[in-house]
Each structure stands twice: as structure tokens, then as C-alpha cells.
């Protein structure tokens, strides 16, 4: 069965310090991979989505960035943080149904980020 | 542009009794409708999930209905139980160049109280 993990899983840290945020998909060859935010009262958006290796897209311009080193493996990262990037970061994966129908984004269990 | 409206954003059942959250969205491109159920610190969970050429979809106590000439889609949950309180999501997918687009509603909160 396929499994996402994410680390950490909260994160305290000081603006203008750099940031990284790890999430695996395991089970799984080739996934769609993506980051979210999640604020509170305003659902989750989408920050960057992968459909392989090394090929990232933005959705929103912001002061974050994203990498897909490995086929599984993708990453949040930011050279120097503002208060505003504090919020829940959920990491989802998909695959792409027969004929590119639609299936379900599978999410883990997220990263906390604190900035202080 | 919200696409996809969700409400209520809180609601408060009691045991046993209806849940009912109500989704509205806009762009009939969409073609794949999840549920999503979030429990506090932890990521969303696939609940149940309906396409457009269905009207209905039950899966034990959670029920999909979907009504594509207005729009909407709701989520029933029936006899409610207080390990049902979360934040339920809906969604809305379009395939998009080899990945799926989703947008999410903006969350209900539901508390089931004893």
C-alpha cells in the first residue's frame, strides 16, 4: 500500500532563517506530488505541483520554492522566511487515472511552521 | 475567484441525528468531486468521492448527492457520532496537463455532541 510521509512535523523558526520540509511517497512509482498551505478558515492552497523528476510548477508567487530530486521525494524550501509564510504545509500525492481521469489526492499529515 | 462554496462553516449535530454539509461550485469543467475529512493535526483523508455521471453515492453512513443541473453536491452523514466531529472538505477536480487541479471548499467544522 502507498504511504506519504512528512518531517518534521511542527517547526519554530526565526524570519529571515532558510527552511526546508521533506515529504516521501512510498508504494507508489511516478507520482503527481504537490504542497499545499493550509490557513485556518480559508482552505488549503496550492503552492507548487510536480509531475516528475526535477519538473516543478508554481501556482502563486511567493517567497517559497520547490524541488523533486527523486521520482518520490519532494521539497519545500525557502532561502529566508517571513511571518507570513507561518501555516500548515500538507504534502499530496496522485496518480493519473486510465484516459486522465481523476483520482484522489492523498495527503500527509503535515508540518506546522511557526515563525517567530 | 472562489470556485468552490462550502457551507455551513460550522455546524453542530447531535448524536444520531444528520449531518449535512452543502458545496456549490461554478466551472462545469469539473469532473471528479472528493470528500475529505480532517481531524486536528493531521492531513486530510479521502472520505468518499462521486463523478458527474451519478447522482448519488453512499458508503456506510456517508452519503454523496450531486446535482449537476444546479451545481451542488452535499455530504450526509447519517446517525452521527461524536468521532465524526472534524473538519469535513469538499473538492472539485479537473484533469489539467498530467495533473488534477483541485480546489477545495473552505472547510465545516462539525461538532457532534453526545
Known amino acids: 500500500s502507498q504511504t506519504i510521509h512528512q518531517w518534521p512535523a511542527t517547526l519554530v523558526q526565526p524570519v529571515g532563517s532558510p527552511l526546508s520540509l521533506e515529504c516521501t511517497v512510498e508504494?507508489?512509482?511516478?507520482?503527481?506530488l504537490y504542497w499545499y498551505r493550509q490557513a485556518a478558515g480559508r482552505g488549503l492552497q496550492l503552492l507548487f505541483y510536480?509531475?516528475?523528476?526535477?519538473?516543478i510548477s508554481s501556482e502563486v508567487p511567493q517567497n517559497l520554492s520547490a524541488s523533486r530530486p527523486q521520482d518520490r521525494q519532494f521539497i519545500l524550501s525557502s532561502k529566508k522566511l517571513l511571518l507570513s509564510d507561518s501555516g500548515f504545509y500538507l504534502c499530496a500525492w496522485s496518480v493519473l487515472g486510465e484516459a486522465n481521469s481523476n483520482q484522489p489526492q492523498h495527503f500527509g499529515d503535515g508540518t506546522r511552521l511557526s515563525i517567530l | 475567484q472562489q470556485q468552490v462554496k462550502q457551507s455551513p462553516q460550522s455546524l453542530i449535530v447531535q448524536k444520531g441525528g444528520i449531518s449535512i454539509i452543502n458545496c456549490a461550485y461554478e466551472n462545469t469543467a469539473f469532473d471528479y468531486f472528493p470528500w475529505y475529512q480532517q481531524f486536528p493535526g493531521k492531513g486530510p483523508a479521502l472520505l468518499i468521492a462521486i463523478r458527474p455521471d451519478v447522482s448519488e453515492k453512499k458508503e456506510g453512513r456517508f452519503t454523496i448527492s450531486f446535482n449537476k443541473s444546479a451545481k451542488q453536491f452535499s455530504l450526509h452523514i447519517m446517525d452521527s457520532q461524536p468521532g465524526d466531529s472534524a473538519t469535513y472538505f469538499c473538492a472539485a477536480s479537473v484533469p489539467r496537463w498530467g495533473y488534477q487541479k483541485v480546489t477545495f471548499g473552505i472547510g465545516t467544522k462539525l461538532q457532534v455532541i453526545p
Open positions: 510536480s509531475v516528475g523528476i526535477g519538473q
Open positions: 508504494g507508489t512509482s511516478n507520482p503527481n
